[in-house]
């Protein structure tokens, strides 16, 4: 007999279980019996969730004084573990698991192998079906995918037979009260909100097939949808749903197209399930293969087909399109597995008050536009599907990493309590706007602020800032759909420089291609980065690819047409890299002089120091430059070498480390007498306890965001830059073990505000 066949003979036994008048106990054990004999195991239990517990209701093989005695709570033992982590174990030795628990009443102990799925309803893990086994063994497949169906059809059972009671498969149904996740900290802030899910999970309400041809036809259709989907979006080089990229989408289409996947599918159909029932059949087996990956890389591709899935199942149910295509009714905590920088700006920026993401990293595309928005971002906290339902109330504290579900009172108040003081001094910053940021001993300090977007701009003259220290231009490339025409940048620049009204405007040029891809772009060499901070990107691309590069070139020099142009160039490793950018602006400002149109009255240029190597050929760059900024975040990883987006590395290296501070000190001595500009861009700069210590070591110009200008202006106006100047020279002799804790005392000491 066929999996298939033997599949289908089951589920038309559970179908007539189901349809009898049996009462609810009496179909329990008549499942249980089905599914043993189907796998010829010794022991079948199914194990229901009753107030908090998880109780053991019916079993073939273990002891029959154990049912309604037995109970686990979640998390106990390898079912309640189960349940926990709502995912399938498959063990050959149960013993042998960290988790397992021996309870003498069930007189299991003579059983070696051991398997269970959990039984859900309504996202929440309910119940959970195990099988056992004298002999050691793992489960073929085929028996767990038979677990899985099983499960699936008791679901319903559950919904609609009153087999528990109805709180139990209610919303309410598992961790109803207060959990607190950590996660990784992307981007600062505090927020308080419904939970929204970015795309809102399909709820299969019918399990087995009324006829299979039909449910074969829907998901045929289906697939050629999705198909046709996924064509498109490789040939207009749009973002996907997730934000993916080229090589995402390559990907996407190889599965779209994979054979065996859609024979899978078919053959759970086969077997007697719905369409949506058999994709999320097809993708249980696919999560339990992801758990098994130890391969980042293949694990990440796992992932790409567990969203496609999701994609094919909302287009078979019907349910198509995200929380933004719906509007946000009431303050919202968004959340998605990914998100790319396009789909962010689709959200109401005022209702949108916190992100929280089961995967993100600091170099993500969303966390930059995220952080332009004020939005606070947490990332790297799995499993939320589990734990999370839509209009939760939810805190992200993105200052500590931590997100709250379901907060209680206390914990809610504390929360009120920390963002009005937030606002309190951001509105006693506020006062300082207009006040010029002197130190105590009389030095001006430029404090300048970072922009990307349009909508930026009209922050500048609220905050204060002395100008915008650094413009990315590439924003304008990642939120597009198509490569911005020269008449696109020009209308962007020309209206950045109107809005600024006279205060300095520093236009970074584009820093796209390697971690920050767009599809519309190729790059055999970028393809195969494999590591894309470092790889094919900013400069390095623009330089082979000089179209793209006059064409920014000359929607710049047109914008500042009768002003500065103050432009500065990423990623520069070795200064001839500068001096073949620097040639490309001044050929077209030529080219603009012959066609009789307006050129800027000066242009400065500059360069971003993020390559370590640039700082031992500062004698051969600083003749050619008018400023220079130094960009901490990519410098930080370059020089430890310790990738941002790896969450094990995320935090682990510190700015205040002596290694870190002594290069920049150094960067500094060598620019003293030069007549160039020196300035730091980067988060760096926008905390005030680093900040303090970049004055200390005799920066004078900060680019931070915007919501970090009033507190670093209220901090330079309590420096003495001679001091500060003093304690960094002697820690940097001889560093203490802990130098930021040195740093602290030192500042609080002097009651200057660090926090």
């Known amino acids: 007999m066929s999996a298939a066949a033997a599949a289908r003979e089951i589920l038309t036994s559970l179908h007539e279980v189901m349809a009898s008048r049996m009462h609810a106990q009496g179909k329990l054990d008549r499942v249980v019996e089905i599914i043993g004999e189907s796998l010829d195991s010794e022991v079948c239990s199914i194990y229901l969730l009753r107030d908090g517990m998880l109780e053991l209701f019916a079993t073939r093989g273990l002891n029959q004084e154990a049912v309604h005695v037995t109970r686990l709570a979640i998390g106990e033992g390898l079912t309640g573990t189960i349940a926990h982590n709502v995912e399938t174990l498959n063990l050959a030795e149960a013993k042998a698991h960290p988790d397992f ?71 309410t149904a598992l961790q109803t009260g207060p959990a607190t996740l950590s996660g990784l900290s992307l981007v600062n802030g505090l927020g308080d909100g419904c939970a929204v899910f970015h795309q809102p999970r399909v709820t299969i309400d019918q399990v087995m097939a ?23 979006m490789a040939s207009q080089a749009e973002f996907g749903a997730g934000g993916e990229h080229e090589e995402v989408l390559k990907t996407y289409r190889m599965f779209a197209y994979d054979e065996g996947w859609s024979r899978r599918i078919n053959e759970a159909i086969d077997a007697g399930l719905t369409a949506e029932a058999a994709i999320e059949r097809v993708q249980q087996r696919t999560r339990m293969r992801m758990r098994e990956i130890d391969d980042p890389l293949l694990a990440e591709r796992m992932h790409d087909l567990e969203d496609l899935s999701n994609r094919l199942l909302r287009i078979v149910s019907g349910q198509i399109g995200t929380a933004a295509t719906q509007g946000l009714r009431r303050d919202t905590i968004l959340i998605a597995r990914n998100l790319g920088p396009a789909e962010l700006l689709e959200y109401d920026k005022r209702r949108l008050k916190g992100v929280i993401l089961e995967e993100g990293s600091l170099t993500a595309h969303v966390v930059i536009v995220a952080r332009a928005m004020g939005v606070p971002v947490v990332g790297r906290i799995r499993g939320l599907r589990g734990i999370v339902r839509e209009e939760d109330r939810v805190l992200v504290d993105g200052d500590k990493g931590i997100v709250t579900i379901r907060p209680a009172q206390t914990v809610l108040t504390a929360f009120k309590e920390r963002v009005a003081e937030k606002r309190a001094r951001q ?45 990315r231009t590439e924003f304008q490339f990642l939120v597009s759909a198509t490569l911005p025409q020269r008449e696109r940048q020009l209308r962007l620049y020309r209206d950045v420089l109107d809005a600024a009204k006279g205060k300095p405007v520093i236009f970074r040029t584009v820093d796209i291609g390697g971690d920050k891809a767009v599809p519309y772009l190729n790059s055999e060499e970028a393809e195969h980065d494999e590591n894309p901070a470092m790889g094919w990107r900013a400069l390095r691309l623009a330089l082979e690819r000089e179209g793209l590069l006059k064409a920014q070139a000359r929607a710049l020099l047109e914008a500042a047409g009768g002003r500065t142009l103050n432009v500065m160039f990423p990623m520069v490793s070795e200064p001839w890299e500068f001096l073949a950018a620097r040639k490309v602006f001044e050929d077209q400002a030529a080219f603009l002089k012959q066609q009789r149109k307006k050129a800027p009255e000066a242009i400065r240029y500059g360069a971003m120091l993020e390559v370590p190597a640039l700082a031992d050929a500062l004698d051969l760059l600083v003749p050619h430059v008018s400023f220079l900024s130094i960009g901490t975040n990519d410098l930080t990883q370059f020089l430890f070498a310790a990738d941002r987006a790896n969450p094990k590395l995320a935090q682990r290296y510190d700015w205040l480390s002596p290694a870190i501070l002594r290069f920049l000190r150094r960067v500094v001595q060598n620019t003293v007498g030069s007549g160039i500009a020196l300035g730091v861009c980067g988060e760096m700069g926008g905390r005030r306890l680093e900040a303090l210590a970049l004055l200390g070591l005799g920066i004078r110009r900060l680019s931070i965001t915007p919501a970090a200008i009033g507190p670093v202006k209220g901090l330079v106006r309590q420096v003495d830059l001679n001091e500060i100047k003093k304690a960094m020279d002697r820690w940097l002799l001889s560093p203490p073990a802990d130098l930021r804790a040195e740093l602290t005392e030192w500042a609080l000491s002097r009651d200057i505000a660090i926090d």
């Open 101 to 171: 628990l021996y309870r003498p009443e069930t007189g299991e102990e003579k059983f070696h192998s051991f398997a269970g799925v959990p039984i859900v309803s309504r996202e929440r893990a309910v119940g959970v079906l195990c099988v056992q086994h004298v002999d050691p063994r793992r489960y073929a497949d085929v028996e767990i995918e038979a677990l899985q169906t099983t499960a699936m059809v008791l679901s319903e059972m559950i919904a609609n037979a009153e087999l528990i009671d109805e709180e139990v498969t209610g919303p």
């Open 210 to 232: 009324d006829d299979i041809e039909v449910e074969r036809q829907r998901v045929y259709s289906a697939f050629d949808r999705m198909r046709d989907q996924i064509d498109t």
């Open 427 to 471: 509105a006693s910053y506020a006062d300082l706007r207009d006040v010029e940021p002197f130190t105590r001993c009389g030095t001006r300090i430029e404090v300048m602020m970072n922009a990307g977007l349009r909508e930026d701009i009209s922050t500048l003259n609220l905050v204060g800032a002395d100008g915008i220290g650094l413009f």
